[in-house]
């Protein structure tokens, strides 16, 4: 769990220790007799003054370690809350050490790649676009969203930005690119183990009575088990209670080959297609915090800190995360036992004729049936809160906007739960993409929002 540290400072008025000289003035001998003159000259007053020396300086050192002095309060006592894990340092890939023939011989080998794999997919979107065939067109985009998932963990995050941007995409492009946010490949079991193990340096039947081998969910950068920590590993709430079941979120292997070169490699090539409509800094910016986790737990540390009278009046709730089971690749969160608002909202009536399945396929249609029933049912029990809902969701985002300059970049509908144990309160997961404007533009951006 991140816990909060707080340190108590006084910054109050300097203390000054001044030895007594020895001196001819008489308003010395006055106040120091001959006796104490003598022994302030001596052998043992010069080890006394360097005792107290060190005393004070050894003093002085464990202030300047536990406390943070603010000039600005003078004489004031001050809370500082000190971050349990810190932002990790700017990032550099680990392929930047290696030797330069190597480095373009693993360019010139992505570039190949990317090349063999686009060139079916261009050459059927050309001709959808000359024939003007609908068919043809729908196959296309199938082809398109195909070739993305193969495209690896960067071509996935580069469909899911586009398809957030209903001014520049088609729609039914958008509509097609909806899928890569829910349907990311997963990697084996025998994988996970080896990424946690070597990441933790823990065998994982140290760290967990019961991992699921299946992934709960998976995304562009990595997928999720469900698990339950030993007593010795437990997480603590906010309230001092002991969590053992938890989501246990692995990197997929190979994202950091997919994140060395193939950013410039998409940006290039779509650029002779498309105006890409987000400039490749940002992009590059936000997947490399992406895929190091020690960021998102830093950015859930944050968001706490940001909405700790939210938190206590119980209308949002941010994941608990280990601080002592934490790596770049490895992060371990406080299960939320809910639903996220896209299954929920996306609980049509089963009973409307628009409902179809595919065809010819009865019993793929009854199954379909049957999980919209689900969904319904769960939509009806909490109709009463999703106005409730839709107002706090409205008031995160605004006060991360309009006041704490910390935004979730990725604050969408699979990203928002609601939790069975508490239906009152939203859930925000998933926060190691987040943005911030630069403080030159803050004042323009207020200037702009108060013109509105």
Known sequence: MLKQASRRIFTGSKLRFRLPRTSSNPLHR???????????????????????????????????????????????????????????????????????????????????????????????????????????????????????????????????????????IAGDVIQALTQLRQNAPTHSFQQTRKIIESSLGKRLEEIFEEISEKPVASGTIAQVHRARLRPEYAL?????????????????????????????????????LFAVPFSKTEFSNALQRQINFEWEAYNLWKFKQNFKEEISKGSIRFPEVSKELLAPEVLVESWINGHTISELFDGKNPNTKNVKGPKNSKKKTEKDLMEQRSKFSKLKAYKDKMGYWAKTIFQTNAKMFLKDNFVHGDLHAGNVMVSEDHP??????????????????????EKFVNAM
């Open 30 to 168: 006055r106040f120091f007799p001959e006796r104490l003159r003598r022994f302030t000259t001596s052998i043992h007053a010069r080890v006394a003054a360097a005792g107290v020396g060190i005393v004070v300086s050894a003093f002085g050192a464990y202030a300047a370690y536990e406390v943070q002095r603010d000039p600005l309060s003078e004489g004031k006592l001050v809370e500082v809350t000190l971050p349990p894990i810190p932002p990790p340092t700017v990032y550099k890939h680990p392929y930047d050490d290696s030797p330069m023939i190597w480095k373009l011989a693993f360019k010139i080998q992505r570039i190949a790649y990317f090349a063999c794999l686009f060139a079916p997919c261009v050459i059927t979107g050309l001709l959808a676009k000359i024939t003007d065939d609908p068919d043809l067109r729908a196959s296309w985009i199938k082809l398109l969203v195909r070739t993305i998932e193969l495209g690896g963990s960067s071509c996935m995050k580069f469909g899911q930005w586009l398809s957030m941007r209903p001014d520049v």
């Open 236 to 272: 603590k709430s906010t309230d001092g209670k002991l969590i053992q079941d938890v989501a246990v979120k692995v990197q997929h292997p190979g994202v950091i080959a997919q994140t060395y070169c193939d950013i410039d490699v998409m940006f290039q090539g779509a650029g002779l």
């Open 424 to 445: 009152e309160s939203v859930v925000v997961i998933d926060a190691g993409c987040t943005c911030q404007l630069k403080e030159e533009v803050r004042p323009k951006f």
